[in-house]
């Protein structure tokens, strides 16, 4: 299952972001979409994701329901507990066992807990759990590491290198180095032109 960015443009808030990316990510690698603040990875993975349209271009996905998204929002349930969060997302995808999830990301002393009583970082790695009961082989996760310790760094990473073992793909935003092979992308050269009108004038904004 490969996935495919075809000259694509994006935008915010009406506004054009990039424009002209090119990738692809076969099952087992991972591309890390790297570049400034502002130059728009959260925007570009929003659009992947399908929780916006692209500006232009083509995304090329086999299967509409290949991707799992975790964005900067943990999308957790705070009134649930650890283990009720992975069981209400398994059967929402579909899926019987949290067991592997709970044991990857090192979440066995902390099942009973409720969510919302978590520890920022706790509550990131409750929210990249999410993806492994999802079954979805396409993960795109922003900036997945905030607010992680170096242990749950490494868990992560090796998180994600099984996903890749099995046959899974990453795409990512980040700043730090993963430890395992990954493709960069730098999305620098792909900044849209500027569309601000002649008529502008920011003193009277
Ligand atoms: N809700 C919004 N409405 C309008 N413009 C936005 C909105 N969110 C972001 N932008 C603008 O869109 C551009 C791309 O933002 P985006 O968040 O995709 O960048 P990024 O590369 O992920 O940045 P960072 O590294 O800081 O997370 C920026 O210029 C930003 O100011």
Redesign the pocket.
């Known amino acids: 299952m490969v996935l495919k960015v075809v000259d694509l443009g994006v935008a915010?808030?009406g506004?054009p972001?990039l424009e002209g990316v090119n990738f692809a990510a076969a099952p087992g690698e991972a591309v890390v979409l790297t570049?400034p603040?502002?130059?728009?990875?959260?925007?570009l993975l929003r659009t992947l994701a399908g929780l916006q349209p692209p500006y232009s271009g083509r995304i090329i996905l086999p299967d509409a329901e290949a991707i799992a998204y975790a964005g900067h929002a943990d999308g957790i349930k705070a009134v649930l507990s650890v283990n009720e969060n992975l069981r209400f997302w398994a059967r929402v995808h579909g899926q019987a066992d949290i067991a592997d999830a709970v044991a990857r990301f090192g979440l066995g002393e902390l099942a009973a807990r409720r969510a919302g009583g978590l520890s920022a970082g706790q509550k990131r790695r409750l929210g990249l759990a999410r993806l492994a009961v999802t079954g979805r082989p396409i993960w795109v996760l922003d900036?997945p590491t905030v607010s992680l310790d170096k242990q749950s760094v490494d868990l992560f990473g090796a998180a994600v290198r099984a996903h890749l073992a099995s046959g899974g793909t990453a795409v990512f935003?980040s700043h730090i180095d993963m430890g395992f092979d990954v493709r960069v992308v730098d999305l620098t050269p792909f900044r849209a032109r500027a569309t601000v009108s002649r008529d502008y004038d920011e003193v009277f904004l």
Do not use: C, I, L, S
């Open positions: 915010r808030g506004v972001v570049g603040n502002g130059v728009g990875k959260t925007t900036e935003a």
